[in-house]
């Protein structure tokens, strides 16, 4: 069975940085792209980051180009997203989803429960 | 602003059928047969309903389809029953720099 777990998300200070994890399972990680889509607050779904699955290229929302880095460890089957200079409009739900297709965002059919990422003083 | 445009809410009784539209333009729902619907019911994640246009996943029921004219893609849902209550969000890719954009969410109310 596919599973994506996320965790690490929390309460953080505007400025900060945040670290989350999402560990995969059920299916052969490095053979899929991975992406994080996040939704704040009573807010609609937003496609945040994704990376491909052998690694080595990676994508970004103009929204956090330059201050989030994605990244995954197959022997973990784990991905990751470090957020720095964070600010009150990242707050959000963070959910991790599998990428379907070859096409990066084109699809995604497995998704974590999410994890919240609380920016405020 | 999201970049793909749905109406905010729809709504219908038990076993009528209703459309949530979902409008972008020839740089993502024009441009490929890239378009996916999910389902959202309060508080959980996501559901797929339907990929690349009109494809439904494995065990989603026949009664939602999707398809596709010019820059607007849309969702229909026949044979409307309670459960189907919950907010429907279209995503389309965009291209190999801006990759995926999600409409805004469409809040479908069974009356």
């Known amino acids: 069975e596919v599973q994506v777990l996320e965790s690490g998300g929390g309460l953080v200070q505007p400025g900060g940085s945040l670290r989350l994890s999402c560990a995969a399972s059920g299916f052969t990680f490095s053979s899929y792209a991975m992406s994080w889509v996040r939704q704040a607050p009573g807010k609609g779904l937003e496609w945040v980051s994704a990376m491909s699955g052998g690694g080595d290229s990676t994508y970004y929302a103009d929204s956090v180009k330059g201050r989030f880095t994605i990244s995954r460890d197959t022997s973990k089957n784990t991905l990751y997203l470090q957020m720095n200079s964070l600010r009150a409009e990242d707050t959000a739900v963070y959910y991790c989803?599998?990428?379907?297709?070859?096409?990066?965002?084109?699809?995604?059919?497995?998704w974590g429960q999410g994890t919240l990422v609380t920016v405020s003083s | 602003q999201s970049a793909l445009t749905q109406p905010r809410s729809v709504s219908g009784s038990p076993g009528q059928s209703v459309t949530i539209s979902c409008t972008g333009t020839?740089?993502?729902?024009?441009?490929?047969?890239?378009v996916s619907w999910y389902q959202q019911r309060p508080g959980k994640a996501p559901k797929p309903m339907i990929f690349d246009v009109s494809k439904r996943p494995s065990g989603v029921p026949d009664r939602f389809s999707g398809s596709k004219s010019g820059n607007t893609a849309s969702l229909t849902i026949s044979g409307l029953q309670a459960e189907d209550e919950a907010d429907y969000y279209c995503c389309s890719y965009a291209g190999s720099y801006t990759l995926g954009v999600f409409g805004g969410g469409t809040k479908l109310t069974v009356l």
């Open positions: 020839s740089s993502d729902v024009g441009g490929f047969n890239y």
């Open positions: 989803a599998r990428d379907a297709t070859m096409i990066v965002a084109a699809y995604f059919d497995y």
